[in-house]
């Protein structure tokens, strides 16, 4: 791997001899706000809670998927103005939340107006269904759907099948590492110490059984529930409080969930497989796409955070005790609805020929990466370190434990990134 320095000296004689020419884009977001998932603390404030997704979760990522387009398409030309199949893929988790969130940021992405048009001289009357009925084709004039609205197609992969983003779910051996993580003198040393906000949070929330840090984790995001659905709060819940139950719930999540190697591995293995393959598809030519859309959990970022070595339980640990950051990048581990990443792969045309860089952006704000004070970062290196936290198929299968967790993902990606 190339040192820290030779790699920082290289970025920056690119940045001052060449110019960067954007390839290739990967986002994965959270889901918009949602309703919980079961009965909340205030449950009587809620006419039904089985997490769908609420008006305030798609106009967040009605918004996010504007400011894309923004981005993207108005800023860069990087994208045509209108949908390519060429250029655009995207998939989602099998909920109807996830599904719902990316629907919405993808009319911000592709507005009305938009879509397609029929040729002046097309006869509208052809464009008709079989079924037996008088149709209005006039109303609809040659726009072919209302205010030239733009379809576009979302893939979905069944939750038990779906190693890509939700392999938390298809993996069972999942469970018994969480477990593990549980049961370390750490983890009850950590509920021990943050006693204090637990039982001010048991008091303000009226709960009869005193909170232990995962029950307090789903405390929190009813709370967060509640404030985008407006509804009131309990009086004595101060900011300090909310503040500390978040990073709280961050400590819970970053060490429980991803807190072990084996852990990330697992859980990182199939997506960053998957963007390994579609960059190096990029960069060899043999792919037209150029950005992968992927709709997903706060549990599906969550260990991509931990792998990307933007967080972690430590230094959210030095947030909650005041003490002095020992990392660069130091994002709660809990993202917020919509929270997104963005992978951004560039070329570079210098005297020794193309250089690829990667860039890594967290709502809005570019990440150093590579362990230097830049944010971009060598594409041969990226690969390298991502490489570090992969398993090979026979050790993904093995620590997996599911059916059909023996599928080669690099290989499935390639095989489906050849055929556009």
């Given at each position: ?47 039904e809670y089985q997490g769908e997704l609420t008006s305030a979760g798609l106009r967040q990522h009605y918004l996010l998927g504007k400011e894309m387009r923004k981005k993207y ?272 792969l560039y070329s570079n045309q210098t005297d020794v020929g193309a250089v690829y860089v990667v860039k890594v952006i967290y709502n809005g704000v570019e990440m150093k990466m ?51």
């Open positions: 791997m190339m040192s820290p320095v030779l790699s920082l000296l290289l970025i920056l004689s690119i940045a001052t001899q060449a110019h960067s020419k954007l390839e290739m884009v990967i986002e994965v977001f959270r889901h918009g706000a949602r309703e919980p998932t079961k009965a909340p603390f205030d449950s009587p404030d809620w006419a398409i108005d800023k860069l030309g990087f994208l045509s103005q209108t949908f390519n199949h060429n250029e655009v893929y995207v998939r989602s988790t099998d909920s109807n939340r996830t599904i719902m969130s990316v629907q919405s940021h993808l009319l911000g992405l592709y507005p009305l107006g938009v879509g397609p048009k029929f040729p002046d001289d097309y006869p509208l009357n052809v464009a008709v269904p079989p079924y037996q009925a008088q149709y209005d084709i006039q109303a609809l004039g040659f726009d072919v759907l209302p205010g030239n609205y733009q379809p576009i197609p979302v893939h979905v992969v069944e939750k038990s099948q779906d190693f890509l983003l939700t392999c938390y779910d298809a993996c069972p051996n999942y469970e018994d590492l969480k477990k593990a993580q549980k049961e370390t003198d750490e983890y009850k040393s950590l509920d021990e110490k943050f006693q204090p906000i637990l039982q001010k949070a048991t008091k303000v929330f009226n709960i009869s059984k005193a909170l232990d840090l995962s029950k307090l984790g789903t405390i929190t995001s009813d709370v967060y529930c509640d404030i985008f659905e407006n509804n009131p709060l309990p009086e004595g819940l101060t900011q300090e409080l909310l503040t500390n139950m978040t990073l709280l719930k961050s400590l819970e999540v970053q060490y429980v969930d991803v807190g072990s190697d084996d852990e990330r591995k697992l859980i990182s293995t199939p997506f960053f497989s998957t963007v390994q393959s579609y960059f190096k598809l990029k960069i060899s030519g043999d792919s037209s796409l150029k950005y992968v859309i992927f709709s997903a959990h706060d549990t599906t970022l969550q260990p991509f955070m931990a792998t990307l070595n933007l967080t972690s339980w430590n230094c959210i640990l030095d947030q909650l005790e005041g003490a002095a950051q020992t990392k660069e990048n130091c994002v709660p581990g809990y993202p917020a609805f919509a929270t997104q990443i963005l992978f951004e590579c362990q230097s004070e830049n944010t971009q970062c060598l594409f041969d290196e990226f690969n390298q370190r991502l490489s570090d936290y992969l398993l090979s198929d026979k050790d993904f299968a093995d620590a997996c434990g599911a059916a059909g967790s023996e599928l080669k993902t690099p290989a499935v990606a390639i095989a489906f990134l050849k055929q556009k």
